[in-house]
């Protein structure tokens, strides 16, 4: 699957979200390429306080996600969170930028995170 070349801004939750969910009962995540996006101050309900970006697994298995040249900026809380008790496995960011986030600029709690000439990281 590819999301590609959106602009997202204001959203409530995140402004991409990539998830395996227990409570929705949705299916393992495998080769999604996020390419040449602008996500800006995504995430601004309370108390969610989601990040621009998330890879969330309450369940199941993520794997093969790419995130390249997109533009993550003026997040309302963070800018990239990677998170949950499901199986994460690779997540790729190459050649993305990360301006101005409100808290952390990233939030790496699980998966084998691979970082490759990203800004702002």
Avoid: C
Avoid at 43 to 57: D, K, M, S
């Amino acid at each position: 699957m590819l999301i590609e070349g959106n602009a997202v801004k204001d959203t409530q939750m995140a402004g991409i979200y990539i998830a395996v969910e227990a409570n929705y009962n949705t299916v393992n995540v495998d080769r999604i390429a996020v390419k040449n996006n602008t996500i800006e101050h995504a995430g601004i309900h309370e108390p969610e306080n989601h990040p621009n970006v998330l890879i969330y697994a309450s369940q199941g298995v993520i794997d093969n996600v790419t995130f390249s040249g997109n533009t993550i900026k003026n997040a309302a809380h963070r800018g990239i969170g990677v998170w949950g008790d499901g199986q994460i496995k690779d997540i790729y960011f190459t050649g993305n930028t990360l301006i101005n986030t409100a808290g952390a600029n990233t939030t790496f709690k699980a998966g084998t995170i691979h970082l490759n000439d990203n800004k702002g990281f």
